[in-house]
């Protein structure tokens, strides 16, 4: 039977179970299903329209129709299959308020990922607002069992519940195939008890440095990292090669190609580790660190973390013990712990402090036992009771990622995988990807991973995708950071030539752990004036700048062209004015920039059309001195002597164009009676402003007063003659 048929048959059930007696249909002795028919939402935990958008979820009605699976197979079409999110949440709407006594939730357990919940969870609400959680069922056997098989799961609550809501949540840590949520009591909720609210959720904050380390960057102990290696991630290189500052806070080294089932392995990495033989990774940091006291501060004592590679449940042996129950993976745990703390002892590094060790298994493997959370557990007792710290970096969506703190991890920070793209089955992860796991890093305690793959041909804006983020969400004020930067990543950044993509990541990271990083709006200038010609196409550029961004990121994010207007204008400020099919006249173009993250405030921009048959001819006499735009205080041009065209804007202002030796000069000019007397008589002529010129009427002035001090004069010696 195909799925479409059983969709159809789901139907036709619904509706006959709808005019049955409610008695009808009972779930067990004394109790009626409440949920067939009934209509839900549902939502995740964890986002995944960002992070998995092919995976996002299409409303349905598959978990209350009443359709059974028949075959432990994920191909069996009443199941309705949910990929990750950490916890999904399903509330159904019972239309009235009756009293819940059960939730049942079907699903399946197979192979490939096919995980059936860990736990479920049961919440009531009279009203839609306000729920209380009446019920919870933790099942670690299941989900850890072998096999196929068919899941029930049962919620028996401990009396029943006044509820036309129920909220039903679930553990979702990969492929989630949910057969039926069944609700059941009795429609009579006259003796149910209405629960008590929960307490509002309260996140618990990004996670906090450790001992003043707010970043942590991995090496990889295959990099083999020597001196020179090692330099620009303990101090800051400028692109001359000089060291300017301090880099990372710390490092933490870890493996990635020993076979950790067999004695070897362990003591390749451990040989590698330390690097003693080659005087690489530990050896070699601890050298630099010697030799750059001055730069470090004389004494310091660089933190490392080194990490604890996992221990899988299973057959083989080590040292004689088989790792096949919790009591044996202990021992060994504990065996391995004090081997790397010991061989960190022994080398008696002078300039290193051993500051922790990191869980190097990124998910919680409920799946291989149902003691996982306890082995964990005993991890992180055993290195406190060291006096060493515990890190872990579980990755979006990962099962455990919620549970850090509860797990004991002193820090955890959140891989989002943003940076590496994704697969034909889950679609390539979305810029938002980044915004989401910082947000569920803030809600459950984490910090922030940051991943830079340079092999990726846009990795810059991924890049900075997360130091924006970090820099936005306040994970960088006093919070925890670690970066993935596969093995030798900030080394090639650190090595690149100015003005590259790859430097700039250098540069932009150091600014993050130093915590300078600032992003910057866009900012354009305003008085700008476009004017260009009937018949003529007019290109440039118009003044926008950002400090932080390359030229080719800023996009128009609001763009308004009066109608009419052949006018195109781009982020980065290149306009193009298509006069051919302009009407003269003055026009106004409204518009911001953006980043990607910031927008600028908007500006308006005057366009002015002109006909060349009707605009001013002049000819200069002089140099006049105009400004690139219109702004008294903007730069200046120089238009020179000769012939000039003349067109009228607005406020006094006016433009003016001419030939200097084949090259066309424009710019803008004030003309009023204040600046006359410094341009020349033809362009206050054209602008009807009574030009500076000879000064004639101050020589009127001065030789009237002339005349009227001589007649004075005659005055006074006439009558000096009378007398005498």
């Known amino acids: 039977m195909n799925l479409r048929m059983r969709r159809l048959l789901s139907v036709l059930l619904a509706g006959v179970l709808t005019v049955l007696p409610i008695s009808a249909v009972c779930a067990a002795e004394g109790e009626t299903v409440l949920s067939v028919g009934k209509s839900y939402t549902l939502s995740y935990d964890s986002p995944i329209e960002n992070a998995y958008p092919n995976k996002a979820y299409t409303p349905e009605n598959a978990l209350t129709d009443g359709v059974r699976a028949t075959s432990a197979s994920p191909a069996d079409g009443a199941f309705l299959h949910l990929y990750r999110g950490t916890a999904v949440t399903v509330t159904i709407d019972l239309e009235s308020v009756c009293a819940v006594s059960s939730v049942e939730v079907d699903s399946l357990r197979a192979n490939g990922g096919v995980q059936c919940p860990r736990y479920v969870k049961v919440a009531v609400s009279e009203d839609g607002e306000t729920f209380g959680t009446v019920g919870t069922l933790d099942d670690p056997d299941s989900i850890a069992g072998v096999g196929a098989q068919l899941v029930e799961q049962k919620v028996e609550l401990e009396k029943p519940y006044r509820a036309r809501y129920v909220r039903v949540t679930f553990s979702s840590d990969v492929h989630t195939y949910?057969?039926?949520?069944?609700?059941?009591?009795?429609a009579d909720a006259s003796g149910a008890e209405s629960a008590s609210a929960d307490e509002p959720f309260v996140e618990r904050g990004f996670a906090g440095q450790i001992d003043g380390i707010g970043n942590i960057v991995l090496m990889y102990t295959s990099g083999k990292y020597t001196e020179e290696k090692l330099l620009p991630y303990l101090l800051y290189v400028d692109t001359e090669g000089n060291v300017t500052d301090t880099m990372f806070s710390s490092m933490l080294f870890l493996p990635n190609t020993h076979d950790f089932k067999t004695e070897a392995g362990w003591s390749e990495y451990i040989d590698e580790l330390l690097g003693v033989s080659d005087t690489t990774n530990l050896a070699a940091l601890d050298r630099l660190v010697g030799e750059h006291g001055a730069?470090?501060?004389?004494?310091?004592?660089?933190?490392?973390?080194?990490?604890?590679?996992?221990?899988?449940?299973?057959?083989?042996?080590?040292?004689?013990?088989?790792?096949?129950?919790?009591?044996?993976?202990?021992q060994l745990l504990k065996t391995y712990v004090d081997r790397i703390v010991g061989?960190?002892?022994?080398?008696?590094?002078?300039?290193?402090?051993?500051?922790?060790?990191?869980?190097?298994?990124?998910?919680?493997?409920?799946?291989?036992?149902?003691?996982?959370?306890?082995?964990?557990?005993?991890?992180?007792?055993?290195?406190?009771?060291?006096?060493l710290k515990t890190i872990w970096i579980p990755y979006y969506c990962s099962p455990g990622s919620e549970r850090a703190v509860e797990l004991g991890f002193d820090c955890a920070t959140l891989q989002s995988g943003y940076a590496f793209g994704g697969n034909e089955e889950t679609g390539d992860p979305l810029p938002g990807t980044v915004e989401d796991s910082a947000g569920q890093a803030k809600k459950y305690g984490l910090g922030m991973e940051f991943e830079l793959d340079i092999g990726k041909p846009d990795f810059r804006e991924r890049y900075y995708k997360y130091v924006h983020t970090g820099y936005a969400t306040g994970c960088m004020d006093g919070h925890m950071m670690m970066l993935y930067q596969g093995v030798t990543g900030i080394l090639s950044c650190s090595q690149a030539a100015a003005s590259t993509d790859q430097r700039q990541v250098y540069d932009m990271t150091y600014q993050y752990v130093k915590g300078t990083f600032a992003a910057l709006a866009p900012t354009v200038a305003q008085d700008q004036c476009v004017v260009g010609a009937v018949g003529e196409r007019t290109s440039g550029r118009l003044d926008v700048a950002d400090e932080d961004s390359l030229r080719g990121d800023l996009k128009t994010a609001e763009l308004d062209i009066p109608e009419g207007l052949p006018f195109m204008l781009e982020g980065?400020?290149?306009?193009?004015?298509?006069?051919?099919?302009?009407?003269?006249?003055?026009?106004?173009?409204?518009?911001?920039?953006?980043?990607g993250y910031n927008v600028s405030e908007l500006s308006a921009v005057k366009v002015v059309v002109y006909d060349p048959e009707s605009a001013g001819k002049l000819a200069l006499d002089g140099e006049v001195t105009v400004y690139t735009r219109l702004d008294a205080s903007a730069e200046t041009v120089s238009i020179p002597a000769g012939e000039a065209t003349a067109v009228q804007l607005e406020d006094g202002w006016y433009y003016l164009s001419a030939d200097d030796s084949g090259k066309d000069v424009f710019g803008f000019v004030q003309v009023d009676e204040?600046?006359?007397?410094?341009?020349?008589?033809?362009?206050?002529?054209?602008?009807?402003?009574?030009?500076?010129?000879?000064?004639?009427a101050i020589v009127g002035i001065i030789a009237g007063c002339v005349v009227i001090v001589a007649g004075g004069v005659a005055v006074v010696l006439l009558r000096k003659r009378k007398k005498g």
Request: net charge negative.
């Open 343 to 387: 061989a960190f002892e022994d080398a008696n590094f002078a300039h290193l402090e051993l500051k922790g060790l990191y869980w190097h298994e990124e998910i919680v493997q409920y799946t291989m036992t149902s003691d996982e959370e306890a082995f964990i557990m005993a991890f992180n007792d055993y290195v406190h009771e060291k006096d």
């Open 572 to 595: 980065d400020g290149f306009y193009l004015l298509n006069g051919s099919s302009a009407e003269p006249g003055a026009y106004e173009v409204r518009f911001s920039v953006t980043d």
């Open 295 to 330: 730069e470090l501060g004389e004494g310091i004592r660089y933190p490392v973390f080194l990490s604890v590679p996992y221990l899988a449940f299973g057959g083989y042996s080590l040292g004689g013990i088989s790792p096949n129950n919790l009591e044996n993976r202990t």
């Open 178 to 186: 949910i057969d039926e949520i069944t609700v059941s009591g009795a």
């Open 674 to 696: 204040s600046t006359a007397k410094d341009l020349p008589k033809a362009l206050c002529d054209f602008a009807g402003v009574k030009s500076g010129g000879f000064p004639w």
